[in-house]
């Protein structure tokens, strides 16, 4: 299976991107480029980020993630309602949380083991937020 970064914004405002394999550095800029689209739309979201199958990133795609968040830091705070993180390899998780201990996420983060709890935690952020109508919406969606 080759590598893959997809996203679905077919449930707006819940963002899911899916991360399959190892991505190129290519690939991994295209990746941080769409991300900063989303933040630039202006709408408040939430994110659920499907690493499942993610291959472990190199040195330099963990480096550039770290300092695109700095970047972003300000428009994830205002925006980004929150993030799920589908983590279920000890590799991923132990890499992730050696990097959130030094630069932690400028927005609420939860690491989850699938798909429905991702979005039960994003769902529950949205209503915090009073996006009532979306989370409706995206309950009866995945059937929850």
């Not at 394999?21 to 480029?33: I, Q, V």
Request: net charge neutral.
């Amino acid at each position: 299976m080759g590598a893959s970064i997809t996203f679905d914004d077919s449930h707006w405002p819940l963002l899911i991107s899916r991360f399959r394999g190892a991505a190129t550095d290519s690939e991994y800029e295209e990746y941080l480029a769409r991300g900063t689209a989303y933040l630039q739309r202006g709408d408040l979201y939430v994110s659920v980020l499907d690493m499942g199958q993610l291959v472990m990133p190199t040195v330099a795609q963990r480096q550039r993630q770290a300092e695109w968040v700095l970047e972003h830091a300000a428009l994830m705070r205002e925006r980004l309602l929150g993030c799920a993180l589908i983590i279920t390899s000890p590799f991923v998780r132990l890499a992730l949380s050696a990097v959130l201990h030094i630069r932690p996420l400028p927005t609420p983060y939860v690491t989850v083991h699938d798909l429905a709890g991702g979005v039960r935690w994003t769902a529950a952020q949205l209503e915090s937020a009073g996006l009532l109508e979306a989370v409706g919406r995206i309950r009866r969606d995945f059937g929850l």
